[in-house]
């Protein structure tokens, strides 16, 4: 058989010089150039037993589980919170009943932020963007009706997570349930928060040191949580490539082990629950390749490079997400043709979890309606297009192979540099994640405004305008939810209170793990914006420098 270059030469040039190649941008969102096409030649320096192995096996680039979804198919998770405790409880147990599998909470921007509903700087943003939890009477009417032993919760809450996850089982100890079949999993990854989103509170040391907290404590207590969520998906929407995603994130979740191993801990107990969540945006074979290049980074540098032993400590196990930066307001039904193709790509990259984005993403918080649409598509990827009847379908495709091979050893690329520079902590401090993300944000966003990039209904294929209903808060929950917090203050024993925020305050101090002590003060319904603060009193705020 000819040579690719032969073929190239003798049929392929002559061809496009009779019918030239469309004047088009080819690259990926990675600005990565895709050659024509793939043959065995491009795979030369592959090593199938080596790159590839089996699904279930190191380096797990074909996915976690021997069976992965002829055994389970991925959970169904559609991120969800607005208003009140009591109307985010309906929401969740109505995604429930339309056949979604796995939860998963939003709260809005004070809780984010570690403010109580009441506090003056929450004024209009309370029940927003997610559900308002102030304390642990607002957790039990969230969770209302929801076994915490049947039904895996995830939520998104990063600076206040140990506070927010105290509560969480705080619940579920008041419904008398055995904490070690209590599932799920928080986000916790502050480490991205100074990249890209930037809900901080405490300065980046003392907030990993509280991250750490939950590597120490969770394994021993909740076995089956996973206490991290190591997150590409706020980098990407930040402006990231997917390349510069993959790579932060992974340099995140390095961060992470190497500060827990600094703090003693044996890899092995704690690394098999480390989990993470990837952005899945247009361009499909990019982010197949990249959730395939992740589980092998993973794989490689637990193993290699940390000394893990335990199998599952080299697991990389992710929830994904539809990119939400890629759902323009223009048009917005096309988005839900947009969310399909990209839940497709995180079926046959092989996510465990998948939350698929609503077509009104970029007007408001998502119609009941809209959201259903989203689970719907979920469900026929499932149960009616057969991809998840073979265990990773594409493998040996030659593109998909040269693809994952490309985006490892770009991301490790950039891993290697972060490393030079000192690690994370370092390139935060520098402004250095910032930059790259802006440079290529910048290069994005001209590609779309010079037509180099065609985005369909914003640059190309425009129409008039198109309205659809949009889900709208009630500006009431504000009230409810002060007046909740002030029966809650009444009624608590404030002794205890003050018991157990003095307890929390000599965590930060000693340095001694803080987890039992947030438990306390979630059973002692201090409220969220206490815990913060007093944490602020030994931990200062973190201020982002000007970077210049
Ligand atoms: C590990 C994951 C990724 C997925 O966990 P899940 O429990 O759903 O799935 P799972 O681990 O695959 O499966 C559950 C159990 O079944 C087992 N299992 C699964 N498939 C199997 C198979 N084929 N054979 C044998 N066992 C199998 C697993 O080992 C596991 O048990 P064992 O555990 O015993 O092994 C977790 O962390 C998760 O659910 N993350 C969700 C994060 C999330 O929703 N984030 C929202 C962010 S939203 C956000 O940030 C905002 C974005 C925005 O701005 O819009």
């Given at each position: 058989m000819k040579s690719k270059n032969e073929w190239m030469q003798s049929v392929y040039s002559p061809a496009a010089q009779k019918f030239p190649e469309r004047k088009y941008n080819f690259k990926n969102l990675s600005d990565m150039e895709p050659e024509p096409i793939y043959t065995a030649d491009d795979l030369k320096d592959w090593d199938a037993e080596r790159d590839l192995g089996y699904p279930g096996e190191f380096p797990y680039t074909r996915g976690v589980q021997p069976s992965v979804y002829r055994g389970k198919l991925w959970t169904m998770r559609m991120f969800a919170g607005f208003g009140s405790a009591e109307q985010t409880n309906e929401r969740f147990h109505a995604l429930l009943r339309a056949g979604q599998t796995g939860l998963s909470t939003a709260f809005d921007l004070p809780t984010l932020m570690g403010y109580d509903s009441d506090h003056p700087f929450s004024k209009g943003e309370v029940g927003k963007c997610g559900v308002a939890v102030s304390s642990l009477a607002d957790m039990e009417i969230l969770f209302r009706g929801i076994d915490p032993t049947q039904v895996t919760t995830s939520m998104t809450i990063n600076s206040p997570a140990n506070a927010i996850w105290a509560m969480y089982i705080a619940n579920a100890q008041k419904q008398g349930k055995d904490l070690g079949q209590v599932g799920g999993t928080i986000q916790n990854d502050i480490l991205k928060e100074f990249i890209a989103q930037k809900e901080f509170i405490y300065p980046p040391a003392p907030s990993v040191k509280l991250v750490i907290d939950t590597f120490e404590w969770g394994p021993k207590v909740l076995p089956k949580w996973n206490f991290i969520s190591v997150s590409g998906y706020h980098i990407r929407e930040a402006g990231a490539t997917g390349v510069q995603e993959l790579a932060f994130t992974l340099a995140d979740g390095f961060h992470y082990v190497e500060k827990a191993l600094e703090r003693g801990l044996n890899i092995d107990e704690f690394a098999p629950r480390i989990s993470f969540f990837w952005d899945i945006h247009n361009d499909f074979f990019e982010e197949i390749a990249k959730l395939r290049a992740a589980r092998r980074i993973w794989a490689r540098q637990m193993r290699d490079h940390y000394g893990a032993k335990n199998p599952r400590s080299w697991m990389l196990r992710t929830h994904s997400q539809t990119a939400?930066?890629?759902?323009?307001?223009?048009?917005?039904?096309n988005n839900i043709a947009r969310v399909a193709i990209q839940a497709l790509a995180a079926v046959l990259g092989g996510t465990q979890s998948l939350h698929t984005d609503s077509f009104d993403e970029a007007l408001a918080l998502p119609t009941e309606e809209a959201a259903t649409i989203a689970l719907r598509t979920q469900q026929i990827i499932a149960y009616e297009t057969g991809v998840a009847g073979v265990v990773d379908p594409l493998a040996g495709s030659y593109y998909v192979e040269k693809l994952t091979n490309d985006i490892e050893a770009a991301a490790m690329g950039y891993i290697e540099q972060i490393r030079m520079m000192g690690g994370v902590e370092a390139g935060i401090d520098s402004g250095f994640f910032q930059l790259e993300m802006a440079e290529a944000a910048y290069r994005y966003q001209r590609e779309v405004e010079t037509k180099d990039r065609i985005v369909v209904g914003v640059n190309e294929f425009v129409q008039d305008a198109v309205e659809v209903p949009i889900q709208l808060i009630d500006p009431q929950v504000e009230v409810l939810q002060a007046e909740r917090l002030a029966q809650v203050r009444r009624e608590r024993d404030p002794q205890r209170v003050q018991a157990a925020l003095d307890a929390l305050r000599d965590t930060a101090v000693t340095g001694a793990n803080s987890m039992p002590a947030f438990l306390e003060c979630a059973h002692a319904y201090c409220t969220l914006g206490e815990q913060m603060d007093i944490l602020k009193t030994v931990y200062g705020e973190y201020v982002e420098p000007a970077i210049v």
């Amino acid at each position: 058989m000819k040579s690719k270059n032969e073929w190239m030469q003798s049929v392929y040039s002559p061809a496009a010089q009779k019918f030239p190649e469309r004047k088009y941008n080819f690259k990926n969102l990675s600005d990565m150039e895709p050659e024509p096409i793939y043959t065995a030649d491009d795979l030369k320096d592959w090593d199938a037993e080596r790159d590839l192995g089996y699904p279930g096996e190191f380096p797990y680039t074909r996915g976690v589980q021997p069976s992965v979804y002829r055994g389970k198919l991925w959970t169904m998770r559609m991120f969800a919170g607005f208003g009140s405790a009591e109307q985010t409880n309906e929401r969740f147990h109505a995604l429930l009943r339309a056949g979604q599998t796995g939860l998963s909470t939003a709260f809005d921007l004070p809780t984010l932020m570690g403010y109580d509903s009441d506090h003056p700087f929450s004024k209009g943003e309370v029940g927003k963007c997610g559900v308002a939890v102030s304390s642990l009477a607002d957790m039990e009417i969230l969770f209302r009706g929801i076994d915490p032993t049947q039904v895996t919760t995830s939520m998104t809450i990063n600076s206040p997570a140990n506070a927010i996850w105290a509560m969480y089982i705080a619940n579920a100890q008041k419904q008398g349930k055995d904490l070690g079949q209590v599932g799920g999993t928080i986000q916790n990854d502050i480490l991205k928060e100074f990249i890209a989103q930037k809900e901080f509170i405490y300065p980046p040391a003392p907030s990993v040191k509280l991250v750490i907290d939950t590597f120490e404590w969770g394994p021993k207590v909740l076995p089956k949580w996973n206490f991290i969520s190591v997150s590409g998906y706020h980098i990407r929407e930040a402006g990231a490539t997917g390349v510069q995603e993959l790579a932060f994130t992974l340099a995140d979740g390095f961060h992470y082990v190497e500060k827990a191993l600094e703090r003693g801990l044996n890899i092995d107990e704690f690394a098999p629950r480390i989990s993470f969540f990837w952005d899945i945006h247009n361009d499909f074979f990019e982010e197949i390749a990249k959730l395939r290049a992740a589980r092998r980074i993973w794989a490689r540098q637990m193993r290699d490079h940390y000394g893990a032993k335990n199998p599952r400590s080299w697991m990389l196990r992710t929830h994904s997400q539809t990119a939400g930066v890629s759902l323009p307001a223009q048009q917005p039904l096309n988005n839900i043709a947009r969310v399909a193709i990209q839940a497709l790509a995180a079926v046959l990259g092989g996510t465990q979890s998948l939350h698929t984005d609503s077509f009104d993403e970029a007007l408001a918080l998502p119609t009941e309606e809209a959201a259903t649409i989203a689970l719907r598509t979920q469900q026929i990827i499932a149960y009616e297009t057969g991809v998840a009847g073979v265990v990773d379908p594409l493998a040996g495709s030659y593109y998909v192979e040269k693809l994952t091979n490309d985006i490892e050893a770009a991301a490790m690329g950039y891993i290697e540099q972060i490393r030079m520079m000192g690690g994370v902590e370092a390139g935060i401090d520098s402004g250095f994640f910032q930059l790259e993300m802006a440079e290529a944000a910048y290069r994005y966003q001209r590609e779309v405004e010079t037509k180099d990039r065609i985005v369909v209904g914003v640059n190309e294929f425009v129409q008039d305008a198109v309205e659809v209903p949009i889900q709208l808060i009630d500006p009431q929950v504000e009230v409810l939810q002060a007046e909740r917090l002030a029966q809650v203050r009444r009624e608590r024993d404030p002794q205890r209170v003050q018991a157990a925020l003095d307890a929390l305050r000599d965590t930060a101090v000693t340095g001694a793990n803080s987890m039992p002590a947030f438990l306390e003060c979630a059973h002692a319904y201090c409220t969220l914006g206490e815990q913060m603060d007093i944490l602020k009193t030994v931990y200062g705020e973190y201020v982002e420098p000007a970077i210049v």
